[in-house]
């Protein structure tokens, strides 16, 4: 159960990484996130899961049989640590994600010849506007 929602905080955290990319660096985000460094990260995750979860279960017996020391500390670096770092990343994706998404709504703004001429934003950007303040 804690390997699948590692898992998932991992995929999560993945996904959010390579949409705030795709807005704040849009022309250079295929040179950052190459098919190469996301198997080496993945493999990473993956080797990292099984070093943990193998000495969780290897060297203190089955899961929940007895909560030593060693145990809860496997079971913190397994789980929690990774839970932990993948919100810090979707939480700062996210920030940037909107820094970025109203800054370019004001230069939309700015340049328009629509705003300029007093008629109304798009529906989308209106909405965004709303949410954002």
């Known amino acids: 159960m804690y390997a699948n929602s590692a898992t ?8 959010s990484l390579e949409r705030c990319l795709c807005i704040v660096v849009p022309l250079k985000v ?6 190469r460094r996301l198997v080496v990260v993945t493999s990473t995750f993956v080797a990292y899961e099984i070093v943990f979860t193998g000495l969780l ?3 203190t017996g089955p899961p ?3 909560i030593s020391a060693l145990s809860a500390f496997y079971l913190i670096f397994s789980y929690s640590v990774i839970s932990l770092v993948c919100f810090v990343i979707i939480s700062l994706t996210t920030i940037f994600l909107i820094v970025r998404l ?12 629509a705003a ?16 954002s303040s």
Do not use: C, D, M, P
């Open 8 to 15: 998932a905080a991992f995929i999560t955290a993945i996904l």
């Open 30 to 35: 295929k040179k950052i996130l190459t098919r």
């Open 57 to 59: 279960i290897g060297r």
């Open 64 to 66: 929940y049989a007895q």
């Open 102 to 113: 109203n800054q370019n709504l004001s230069w939309r703004k700015r340049t328009s010849t």
């Open 116 to 131: 300029a001429a007093g008629q109304a934003t798009s529906n989308k950007e209106a909405k965004l506007h709303v949410v």
